[in-house]
Structure formats: C-alpha cells, structure tokens
C-alpha cells in the first residue's frame, strides 16, 4: 500500500510538471501570436501608406478628395503609432523574463524611438483651436446675439470643468464643453 501510495503521488507530481509545462507553452504561444498579428498589421499599414493611400492624393481631383485621402493618411499614421507602441509594450514583457531574440531587439530598438517620440508630441502640443459641432448663440459687447454655425474654427483659450473658454472677435466666451471639439 505504501508503494502504491508513492507512485500515486509521482504520477501527481508528473501530471502537474507537463500541465505546467502546457501552461507555459500556451502563455508563449499567445505572446508569440500576439506580435506577429501587431508585426503583420504594421507591415500591412506601412504598405497602405507607401501605395493606396498616396495613390489617392495623387488621383484627386476636387479639394475634397485631397482632404479624404490626407485624413485616411492621417488614420493610417495613427494606427502604425498605435502598433508601434503595442510591439513595443509587448517586447519589454516577455513571458517569464526570457531574453529577446536578435531580431526581437532590432524591433524594440526601432520601435522605441518613435513611440516614445509620438508619446511627447502628444504630451507637449497644446490645444490652439475649438471647432463648433453645435450652433452656438453669443451675446456680442453690444448686446446683439449672434449665432456662430457648425464648423466654426475659434481660438482656445482653456478648458474650465464641463466648460470651453474659446475667443471670438476679441472677446472671450465660455461654452459648453460638448458644443466643440479642442484641437
């Protein structure tokens, strides 16, 4: 019975290494998968930038065909910095603490830069502009209401809790927060 008693718990103890083991497989399997999908997407990205997206400035022939494909450019350049920041997440976590391949490294190191890069750009730019997405009435220093249309570029001043300090003729007003978008 002791024997058997043994050989039980060495069997349990097997069964929990290999189980284990799977574990572990699977977490690197997911991480492997993981930056192959963002590499790939980012591959693709670059491509759509190189070609389709160029192609269609250079195939405009109104304003507004320019201003869709610069905006699709603009999307596309988004999206690559978006991806760059997940390799980038995704290579200094590993699984485990296992060291990064050559290649792994030369990603991380090209990826790094401009992510960080995007990161203080973003940080640093300040808002210049408000653009209405709401009609806006004012009251003018004469006392006459004007109404400002949809799409009216204003400059920011600052953002007060729920409410927008943008200036206007030289005046500065305070609107609701969901009437403009900062810019």
Do not use: H
């Amino acid at each position: 019975m002791k024997t058997f008693f043994i050989i039980f718990l060495a069997i349990l103890a097997a069964a929990t290494v290999i189980f284990g083991g799977l574990a572990a497989k699977s977490r690197l399997d997911n991480w492997n998968e993981a930056k192959n999908t963002c590499l790939g997407e980012m591959y693709s990205m670059s491509e759509t930038l190189g070609g389709d997206v160029t192609d269609g400035i250079k195939g405009a022939a109104t304003y507004a065909e320019i201003n869709v494909a610069i905006r699709n450019m603009n999307k596309v350049n988004k999206r690559i910095d978006d991806l760059q920041r997940l390799l980038v997440s995704l290579l200094e976590n590993k699984p485990f603490g296992l060291p990064l391949t050559k290649d792994e490294k030369e990603w991380l190191r090209v990826c790094a830069k401009p992510a960080k890069e995007s990161d203080l750009a973003k940080a640093t730019r300040t808002p210049s502009q408000v653009t209405l997405v709401q009609k806006v009435p004012i009251q003018s220093p004469s006392g006459e209401v004007i109404e400002l249309p949809i799409g009216t570029r204003l400059e920011f001043v600052s953002q007060e809790g729920s409410k927008i300090r943008m200036r206007y003729a030289g005046t500065e007003y305070l609107i609701p927060a969901e009437f403009a978008v900062i810019q």
